[in-house]
């Protein structure tokens, strides 16, 4: 079956920086396109970021991460990153790898449990 477990989650105080991992398995990691998505309380599930199979050929951002977070992967490992530099408040959020849907949109066929991202004074 497959299986995404996040990791990496934490408090952060402004401006600080995080990484965020996702073990992956139960199915072929090296062939499949993979992405973030995240959660704020009280708020839909937004779609963070996307990073084809091969891992240096499609990258996309949200608007609201672009040029502070990193999206890449390890095929070699089965495993997904995600860094993130210059949090936000506004960042907060249950953050979640997901496997399937649209690469630009919070869409998927397979999602991990999450990991809390808590950024605050």
């Known amino acids: 079956a497959v299986q995404l477990v996040e990791s990496g989650g934490g408090l952060v105080q402004p401006g600080g920086s995080l990484r965020l991992f996702c073990a992956a398995s139960g199915f072929s990691f090296r062939t499949h396109d993979m992405k973030w998505v995240r959660q704020a309380p009280g708020k839909g599930l937004e779609w963070v970021s996307f990073i084809d199979y091969t891992g240096y050929g499609r990258i996309f951002y949200a608007d609201s991460v672009k040029g502070r977070f990193t999206i890449s992967r390890d095929n070699s490992n089965n495993t997904l990153y995600l860094q993130m530099n210059a949090l936000r408040t506004e960042d907060s959020a249950m953050y979640y790898c997901?496997?399937?849907?649209?690469?630009?949109?919070?869409?998927?066929?397979?999602r991990g449990q999450g990991t809390q991202v808590t950024v605050s004074s």
């Open positions: 997901a496997l399937g849907g649209d690469p630009s949109a919070p869409t998927y066929n397979y």
